[in-house]
Each structure stands twice: as C-alpha cells, then as structure tokens.
C-alpha cells in the first residue's frame, strides 16, 4: 500500500547517505607511495564487495520485487552486455590519458549504483516511512566498505587523489535524484524495480570480473596472489555477514 510521502524527508535521508559515502571516499588523501602499497589489497577488497554486493543483495532484492527468475536472468544479461559494449566505446573513444577503461567503467558503474540505491530509498519511504528510514540505514552500511575500497580502484585507474574524489562526487549525486524518482515511480509495477535491480548487478559483476580482477592479477603478477584472495574472500565474507545480521 502506497502512502503520502513528505519529499523533504526522503531528500534529508538521501543526502545523509550520499555525504556518508564522500566522507570514505577521503581514503584517497592518503599519500600515494602507501596507498600504491595497499592498492592490490583494495582492489581485491573491492572485487569481493561488489561480488556480495550483488549476488548477496541485489539479486535477491530483484525477486523480493516479483521479478520472476527468467526474467532476472535477462536483465542480468541485458546489464553485462550493455556494460561490454560501453567498455568497448570507451576504449575506442577515450582522450588519449593515463587513465583506463576500468576507472570509466567504476564510475559509470558506480553512478549508476547510487542511482539504484536511491530508487530503493524513494520506494521504501512511499510503502512507509519507517521502512525507509530501515532501508536506508542498511544500504549506508553497505555503501561505507564499498566506498572505501573504491577509492583504491579510481586510484589504481590513474586517477590522482583529488580527480577521484571530484568524481566521486559526481556520481554519489545519483542517489538523491534516484531517491526522488522513486517516489515518483512508485505507482509503477513493482516488477520493474527489480528488473533495473538485476541489470546493475549484471553490470557489477562484469565490472568485477573483467575489469577489477584482472588488473589486480597483472600488478601481482611478480609477487604474489594473496592480495587477490585474501582481499577478494574478505570483501565477499563482509557482504555475506552484512546479510546475516541486517538483511
């Protein structure tokens, strides 16, 4: 049952997330030469997260919104091709820069993510203001350890410390606008919800898998692979102990 919703409060909740989320993103004022250190670590961490985020959360949240599962899978698939031929442009497009396809596809990936998550927030406060208000304290838990272990992945792309915060800043504005457009949408079929739900987390798992992890493999190539599994089963045994306690 849907009900009024004071617009005022959805924004205030949607900001509080969106600020939480910069406030990780400082990790990137850390000194380079210790964060370079650091950054297999990050990026596997990174890798793992993003794989709970979305095999753990995202799809499942999918079929809680009465998507059936031939449909999920299409979406899924629809949200890694899209994310191959987006690849595939940049690639061919991009300004000759030291920056890599992967920080482009991060923060697409990334934008379009805040975007989801506001649009689960604007949901939840029109179903209830106390189920947003739940809803949203869960995705900022979720968000603060995806946020942080971003950070090291723009880095890794080429991106110096400020650049990726500035970026960072512009794709985190997705929540907010998400926020609002799903309180407007609200009235639409649930099922759609979920379909948008199951294309960011094909999209996620093709940014993890084709984009993350290979770049870790090459910078350790030389070394060692324990940034790659250690950081990768701690990001991934993060994600599933969120579920257990929040949901």
Request: proline share 4%; glycine share 10%; aromatic share 6%.
């Amino acid at each position: 049952m849907v009900q009024a919703v004071d617009f005022k409060d959805v924004l205030l909740t949607s900001l509080a997330v969106t600020a939480a989320a910069l406030c990780t993103r400082s990790l990137v004022g850390v000194r380079p030469v210790r964060l370079q250190r650091c950054l297999p670590w990050l990026q596997s961490l990174a890798a793992g997260l993003l794989l709970g985020d979305a095999l753990l959360h995202m799809l499942p949240e999918a079929g809680h919104h009465h998507l059936s599962p031939e449909y999920l899978g299409e979406a899924m698939l629809l949200g890694l091709l899209l994310s191959l031929g987006l690849e595939h442009l940049l690639d061919r497009h991009r300004p000759q820069t030291s920056i890599s396809s992967l920080g482009y596809m991060d923060l697409f990936n990334d934008a379009f993510h805040h975007t989801v998550d506001g649009l689960v927030i604007g949901s939840s406060f029109a179903v209830n203001e106390h189920v947003g208000l739940m809803v949203a304290a869960a995705i900022l838990l979720h968000e603060l350890p995806r946020e942080i272990a971003n950070a090291g992945v723009l880095i890794g792309a080429g991106y110096t410390p400020r650049q990726a915060f500035v970026r960072s800043l512009m794709t985190t504005i997705g929540v907010p606008i998400g926020a609002l457009a799903g309180v407007a949408l609200s009235h639409l079929p649930d099922y759609l919800l979920g379909a948008v739900l199951a294309f960011a987390a094909g999209a996620t798992v093709y940014l993890v898998c084709i984009d993350i992890i290979p770049a870790v493999q090459r910078s350790t190539a030389r070394h060692t692979s324990r940034p790659l599994w250690g950081g990768t089963c701690i990001g991934a045994a993060a994600m599933w102990l969120l579920k257990a306690t929040v949901g």
